[in-house]
Every structure is written in C-alpha cells, then in structure tokens.
C-alpha cells in the first residue's frame, strides 16, 4: 500500500504501517496524557517522530526549519494527524465500499412497493375519517 501525506502543497510518503511503526504512532498520539511532560518535550516527541518518519531533510523542509524553536506547532500537530489518517485510510475505504455495497444490495423496487402499499393504507384510513 502506497501512504501519503500533503503539507504545504508538497506530498510526502509515508513507509509502510508495521507494528513497530503503529507502537511508535500510538505513544505519540498518548504524548498529552503522559504527566511530567513539558510542553517542548510533547512537541519534541511529535517533531522526532516525524523527521524518523519522512526523514530529517523532508522534515525541515515539510515545517520550514530544523528548530523546533522556529516550527508552527499547529503544522507540526496537523502533519501527525495527516499522518494518522493517511494510515486509516484503507481500512476506512474498504468499509464504506462495504456499506455501499450493502445498501445497493437492498432490494429497492420491494422497499418502493412496500411503501407504496403503505402509503396507500394510509391515505385509506385518513378518507375513511
């Protein structure tokens, strides 16, 4: 599977989703439920994760700076969640072609008679008032 990423107008690849790759996301994506955390180590942990991710070149390319002193911290936390979603991405596809497929399965004229004939003994009653 091909995982990518755009930020500031330029795609990035992502490698594949390994379970070494998921521990690593999850203990980020826990980063602000973690106590004793400053601040510049919660974006520290998000910015190391991302240059291990794309590389450090693509990251400094990607947030403009090697210093995370210099980084939009908002860029930074919505390059992760782009990350996290470009990994959901799949698994949600398959499902909504699955829904799709189910409702396209429904048997529609049966649904449209069924109405139909309802809508009829409605419309029987109410005359019959």
């Known amino acids: 599977m091909v995982y990518t990423i755009i930020v500031n107008n330029r795609s990035y ?3 594949k989703k390994t ?60 390059a992760v969640r782009k990350v996290v979603d470009a990994y ?6 398959y499902s909504m072609e699955k829904n799709r497929e189910k409702i396209e399965s429904l048997p529609i004229e049966k649904l449209i008679s069924v109405t139909k004939a309802a809508q009829a003994v409605s419309n029987a009653e109410m005359m019959k008032k």
Not at 33 to 42: A, E, L, N
Not at 54 to 73: Q, R
Not at 88 to 93: G, H, L, T
């Open 13 to 15: 690849d992502l490698p």
């Open 88 to 93: 959901d991405k799949p698994v949600a596809d």
């Open 19 to 78: 379970l070494a790759l998921a521990e690593k996301l999850d203990s980020v994506l826990k980063v602000d439920s973690v106590k004793g955390y400053t601040v510049r180590q919660k974006y520290q942990k998000l910015h190391d994760f991302m240059k291990e991710l794309v590389g450090e070149d693509n990251a400094a390319e990607m947030f403009g700076s090697e210093d995370l002193s210099e980084i939009d911290l908002s860029e930074l936390t919505l």
